[in-house]
């Protein structure tokens, strides 16, 4: 059991984004491109906690720094059984 709840908190910036897709190629959960462009667009902002280390990798591998994500707590646990 575990009280370290978190949550994945995740924003792109599309206005720096230069569409390499590195992170599309690495997290296609979290990440797809606009056909447009090829400019990044964000699939899930809140994601699990299980994808943390890939979006963490994308984010460095970011050539422009468009991606950045945080763990924020999680405070609003349900009543009850959660499993
Ligand atoms: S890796 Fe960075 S620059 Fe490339 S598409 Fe993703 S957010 Fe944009």
Not at 13 to 34: I, K, N, P, W, Y
């Amino acid at each position: 059991m575990s009280n370290n709840s978190f949550r994945l908190r995740v924003s792109v910036d599309q206005s720096v984004c230069v569409g390499a897709g590195l992170c599309v190629l690495s997290t296609s959960e979290v990440f797809d491109q606009r056909d447009e462009d090829g400019v990044v667009k964000l699939l899930q902002a809140s994601p699990d906690e299980a994808l943390y280390e890939k979006v963490l990798g994308a984010s460095r591998k970011c050539p422009s720094k468009a991606i950045k994500v945080e763990k924020v707590a999680d405070n609003a646990e349900p009543h009850g059984n959660a499993q």
